[in-house]
Nanobody, 114 residues
Framework: QVQLVESGGGLVQPGGSLRLSCAVSGIIFSRYAMGWYRQAPGKQRELVAVITSGGSTNNADSVKGRFTISRDNAKNTVYLQMNSLKPEDTAVYYC????????WGQGTRVTVSS
C-alpha cells in the first residue's frame, strides 16, 4: 500500500521560510520521480517542483530561485525548502508519485500572511 504523508506546513510571515517533508512508503522510493504540487483556494492544483530518481530538478517559474526540492533516499523522504515566501504562495501543498498510477498525500497547509 502506497502512502505519502506531508508535514511542515503552517503560518509564516511574508519573507519567511518553511521546509515541507513528505514521507513515502509502499514503493521502492529511489526508483521514482517525486513532485510537489499546490492548490490555492479557488484555483486548480499546479505543479511546483519535481525531482527525478537521479536527482535532477525542475521548478515552476513562479518559485524559481525561492524553492528547492530535494530527496533523501535513505529516509524515503522528499523535501521542499521554501524561502522568501509570498502571500501568493498560500495553498495546500501535496506531494505525489506516479508508479502505475498516481498517488497523493493528504496535503499540508501553508499560509503566508502578516
Amino acid at each position: 500500500q502506497v502512502q505519502l504523508v506531508e508535514s511542515g506546513g503552517g503560518l509564516v510571515q511574508p519573507g519567511g521560510s518553511l521546509r515541507l517533508s513528505c514521507a513515502v512508503s509502499g514503493i521502492i522510493f529511489s526508483r521514482y520521480a517525486m513532485g510537489w504540487y499546490r492548490q490555492a483556494p479557488g484555483k486548480q492544483r499546479e505543479l511546483v517542483a519535481v525531482i527525478t530518481s537521479g536527482g535532477s530538478t525542475n521548478n515552476a517559474d513562479s518559485v524559481k530561485g525561492r524553492f528547492t526540492i530535494s530527496r533523501d533516499n535513505a529516509k524515503n523522504t522528499v523535501y521542499l525548502q521554501m524561502n522568501s515566501l509570498k502571500p501568493e504562495d498560500t495553498a495546500v501543498y501535496y506531494c505525489s508519485v506516479r508508479t502505475g498510477q498516481v498517488y497523493w498525500g493528504q496535503g499540508t497547509r501553508v499560509t503566508v500572511s502578516s
